[in-house]
């Protein structure tokens, strides 16, 4: 499963155009996370032409965690490259890995940010990868719609024509962790961080922490990877409650 | 050179909105024939959230002939494929056609159609191809902006890493003819044929005209094919006019 998910949508013509771009080349999950005008939207459904009805239901999130919590691999178009250490796709690279992993039974989103604002860092950092589309440099502004059709007219060209890859694929043993799970235990250690040395001053905490979740999220751990993390985690616990070191 | 022709566009957001979809992939001539509303177009600059200031001033025409008048090479988007024998591109093939013929010195346009109604039999009858356009047969209608989109996001994907084909260019010694070259003939041509007992039937004339038209279109002749065309045409017209048979 592939879905396109929307943070903080502003107006619902952008979110109808971006169903029916969707659509018309073979997407058909559309999640948004806190859209500015609530949901339903009758502006989107005027603009989505049908998609809207024709696709399964939007589901609405109140946060980007909460919206990718069930997916496996997501993808963020951004059209700065962050401070951040990230695998850049291109398009149709970004649309190769999504299939390699659908391939295996994982489940995908491609990420687009509000109008004007984009994705902020905290966003991008729960991303696996950036992706990158080129534009002319001297007017290179993309309507949040044009960013949507752009990935899902990649989608549809790569099925038309499947991108012949040499590429193993890997890790079919061991699948990856879901997002979900990775954050909880990211909950979990953060948490345990918090009144520790670790934290000096209150205002490099959320940096800390982005930085942090970006390692993990980047190494794109397997289930096998987080249960290990999370004993780890435990064991130190543990043995910070009171027991003394062997 | 390579422009996008808006064939009777009916909304000035549509107008607008292609026009950012092309500055921002980098094609910035555009040409509109016959706009339901007149131009220029509030709606249509409002849309184009500055593109059509930024690009060279939009082109109007009359008819699609007089757009094309000036180009050697002119594709038509349709959804369906037509009842004429016409060379049928994907998008990407299209692009790679233009760029062999731009490395030529050669000019080419591609042609969009009306929302709803697309493009008239006689329009794609005036291009040497047709593209294609792969959608999702459930949910295939495209909007205008997003046709256009497609076409200049290949022309930028193909820019960014050209296509690596061994195809050799051809005629280099000898150049296509310039479309309005190529009409002017035909209105000769048609023009001689009239009153004689080939258009038998007058509701018939029109399809001829296009029959024929489509023959010579298909054929994609050179400049120097037309003048020997031209010979051909004067030499039999002054053969009819009174002189005897040798």
Redesign the interface.
Known sequence: MVCVILVNPQMGENIG?AA??M????LAELRIVNPRDGWPNEKADAMS???LE?MPPVRVFGTLQEAVADLHFVLATTARLRDMVKPVY?P?LAVQAVQEREQQGQSAGFVFGAERMGLVNDDVALCQGIINI???P??????IA?AV??MA?EW??AQ?APVQTGAELHRKDSPPALQGDLEGYLERLLAALEGTAFFRAPEVVPIMKRNIRNIFVRADITEQELRTLQGILSALLDRGSGRSPP
Chains 1, 2 share one sequence.
């Not at 659509?23 to 073979?26: A, H, P, T």
């Not at 001297?138 to 309507?143: C, K, Q, T, V, Y």
């Open positions: 155009a029916r771009a659509l018309n080349f073979g032409a049908g998609a024709a291109t149709p080129t534009t002319n001297d007017f290179s502004s993309l309507n044009t059709l752009v007219y549809m060209r038309a």
